[in-house]
């Protein structure tokens, strides 16, 4: 017998992550979950967008699974809000995937919220990969990384249904053409909701709390594709 070649082991790999995935899917839409995947570089603001998010959402059952390759740094902020957050620990690997999602939301409070957060590991490339069984991935870019990511990171741009442009009270610090870069995501992803935001001054939070609000209503009332 031949040996497997990498491609046929990263194609086994991504194949059983679809299964797991796919029952994930099975089990939130049972339970009305709305689940969003976060990806970005890392420091673009994911856990400093979902902490200023957290009080925004009074009402809704809201949970939260940090993907990182060492420390219970970011859970540890998130559980300080009072809101359950498990720490995903990948020992090294650079992006989640189904099965420790699956092993982390037999937990009370994960797998019924109404809103499940995961954050991914700090990374722009393979986490794009990886179906964690949500309803859509969000992309950030925070706009101190530079205006020409989304040309160069495609994979991501294309498929996350909404980019949010995080730290918008640096733009007057730094070189960051919004209008090249919300170009740029639309010739990648025509149905790309953009959300511009700062979680420092607050900006555009209520849009993206609302947004949220809107999507589950429309997750539990079946209406179609997401957002
Ligand atoms: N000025 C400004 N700084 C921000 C904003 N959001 C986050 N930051 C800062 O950016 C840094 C990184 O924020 P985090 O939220 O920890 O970033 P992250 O994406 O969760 O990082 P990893 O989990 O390591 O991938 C922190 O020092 C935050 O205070 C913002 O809206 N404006
Ligand atoms: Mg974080
Ligand atoms: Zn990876």
């Given at each position: 017998?031949?040996?497997?070649?990498?491609?046929?082991?990263?194609?086994?790999?991504?194949?059983?992550?679809?299964?797991?995935?796919?029952?994930?899917?099975?089990?939130?839409?049972?339970?009305?979950?709305?689940?969003?995947?976060?990806?970005?570089?890392?420091?673009?603001?994911?856990?400093?967008?979902?902490?200023s998010?957290?009080?925004?959402l009074?009402?809704?059952?809201?949970?939260?699974?940090?993907?990182?390759?060492?420390?219970?740094?970011?859970?540890?902020?998130?559980?300080?809000?009072?809101?359950p957050?498990?720490?995903?620990?990948?020992?090294?690997?650079?992006?989640?995937?189904?099965?420790?999602?699956?092993?982390e939301?037999?937990?009370?409070g994960?797998?019924?919220?109404?809103?499940?957060?995961?954050?991914?590991?700090?990374?722009?490339?393979?986490?794009?990969?990886?179906?964690?069984?949500?309803d859509f991935k969000?992309?950030?870019?925070?706009?101190?990384?530079?205006?020409?990511?989304?040309?160069?990171?495609?994979?991501?741009?294309?498929?996350?249904?909404?980019?949010?442009?995080?730290?918008?009270?640096?733009?007057?610090?730094?070189?960051?053409d919004?209008?090249?870069?919300?170009?740029?995501?639309?010739?990648?992803?025509?149905?790309?909701?953009?959300?511009?935001?700062?979680?420092?001054?607050?900006?555009?939070?209520?849009?993206?709390?609302?947004?949220?609000?809107?999507?589950?209503?429309?997750?539990?009332?079946?209406?179609g594709?997401?957002?």
């Amino acid at each position: 017998m031949t040996e497997p070649t990498k491609i046929d082991v990263k194609r086994r790999i991504l194949e059983s992550n679809e299964l797991a995935a796919a029952k994930l899917r099975q089990g939130f839409s049972a339970t009305g979950t709305l689940v969003v995947n976060l990806i970005s570089s890392p420091g673009s603001g994911k856990t400093t967008l979902l902490e200023s998010t957290i009080g925004r959402l009074s009402g809704l059952k809201v949970a939260v699974l940090e993907g990182d390759i060492a420390t219970e740094r970011d859970a540890d902020r998130i559980r300080k809000l009072g809101v359950p957050a498990r720490q995903i620990l990948t020992g090294g690997s650079c992006h989640l995937d189904a099965r420790q999602i699956q092993r982390e939301i037999v937990e009370e409070g994960f797998a019924n919220a109404d809103i499940l957060f995961i954050e991914n590991v700090g990374n722009l490339i393979c986490p794009t990969a990886y179906d964690l069984g949500e309803d859509f991935k969000i992309a950030l870019l925070s706009v101190s990384e530079g205006d020409d990511k989304p040309f160069k990171y495609p994979g991501i741009f294309s498929k996350a249904a909404v980019t949010i442009i995080t730290k918008i009270d640096l733009l007057d610090y730094v070189d960051f053409d919004l209008e090249a870069v919300e170009d740029q995501i639309r010739s990648l992803n025509q149905r790309s909701v953009i959300l511009k935001t700062s979680a420092r001054a607050g900006t555009h939070l209520d849009e993206w709390c609302a947004f949220l609000r809107s999507t589950l209503e429309k997750k539990r009332g079946g209406a179609g594709p997401l957002p």
